[in-house]
């Protein structure tokens, strides 16, 4: 029987794992009870799996699930999920930028009744202003678009009551956004506020690109807003184009100054086929996504594990 699953999504950590690995490891000691510790290594190229075997073969507790590619932080997150067998489980970033000491706290807060305790961020060190202004806008501007309530400056670190995992594994989702999900869900939740520390070491594995393809995914699985863009904006911008034409029609039929015309022309010529791509755009966005549910792909796919039981770990969906 075990108590506590911790599940760690791993790519490219060979600079801190093994540190990242004891840390975490005298923590959950400390809850003395029975806990198995999972790393997801989502097809790190670099020593990462070497690492995790070594640690694996010293520590009965450890499993690894190993991908066979990159299939992202999010996926990786709900492969761990879907393994884990403990009564809570723990998600926790291997960077340690979350400190694993707040994880006894939360345990705490889900003994006394709560289903999920998410870690809310009161502060970040060490990342740039730019990462600290577009995550802030982009938590505030998601809130504003969904009726779910997501709470605000929250990651993927929490704990979540097995019961809660149980629903977590029949959504289907491709492009998931996972912490919107563990909201949509519901049951009991309740936030410890903490600061986030800086990376223990190497770099951050979200670049720009895969913060972009995450707030897209939040926004559009959980908000239709984006897509009523376009009634609200063709609306505004076809009134002003109305008045617009009154004006030059008075300015023909009843002046003599002819309108010299190119500057508005050029000028509503760009701001309509701005305005109109960044609509189609957005409709892709929701297309793309219909499109990867109907293609029904597994979630990922899994080259090997350790330390599992012969239990069958297949997405219950
Ligand atoms: N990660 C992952 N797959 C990816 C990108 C990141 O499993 O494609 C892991 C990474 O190893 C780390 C966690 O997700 O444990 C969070 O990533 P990171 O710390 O780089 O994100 P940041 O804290 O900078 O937002
Ligand atoms: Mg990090």
């Known amino acids: 029987m075990i108590n506590y699953s911790v599940v760690v999504p791993v790519f490219n950590e060979d600079k801190l794992i093994v540190a990242s690995y004891q840390r975490l490891k005298a923590v959950m000691e400390r809850t003395c009870a029975n806990f198995e510790l999972i790393f997801v290594n989502d097809g790190s190229t670099d020593r990462t799996a070497e690492l995790l075997e070594m640690i694996a ?57 709560f289903e999920v305790v998410y870690g809310r961020r009161i502060a970040r060190k060490g990342e740039t202003l730019f990462k600290k202004w577009t995550a802030a806008a982009f938590y505030r501007t998601l809130r504003a678009s969904t009726d779910i309530d997501i709470p605000l400056d929250t990651g993927d670190f929490r704990l979540i009551d097995a019961r809660v995992c149980r629903e977590l594994k029949r959504i289907p989702e491709k492009n998931r956004f996972v912490r919107g999900l ?13 600061v986030r520390d800086e990376r223990l070491a190497g770099e951050t594995k979200y670049p720009l690109k895969k913060m972009l393809k995450l707030s897209i995914d939040g926004l559009t699985s959980f908000s239709y807003k984006p897509l009523k863009l376009a009634t609200y904006g063709g609306m505004l911008l076809s009134g002003a ?33 701005g305005f109109m791509l960044f609509v189609l755009g957005m409709i892709g966005e929701y297309i793309g996504r219909i499109y990867d549910e109907t293609k029904d792909r597994p979630l990922y796919i899994v080259r090997e594990t350790r330390g599992f039981n012969a239990v069958d770990h297949l997405r219950s969906v």
């Open 57 to 113: 073969s010293g520590d009965p507790s450890v499993r690894i699930v190993d991908f066979s590619r990159n299939f992202g932080h999010q996926i990786a997150i709900s492969a761990g999920i879907d393994y884990a067998s403990g009564q809570a489980v723990i998600v926790i970033d291997a960077d340690l930028q979350d400190p694993p000491e707040l994880i006894l706290k939360m345990i705490e807060k889900w003994q006394q009744g």
């Open 182 to 194: 563990v909201s949509w869900v519901g049951f009991n939740q309740t936030a410890i506020d903490y």
């Open 241 to 273: 184009g109305f008045i617009y034409m009154l004006i030059a029609l008075f300015l023909k039929l009843f002046t003599t100054s002819t309108v010299p015309g190119w500057t508005s022309l050029i000028v509503i010529q760009l701001l309509f086929g």
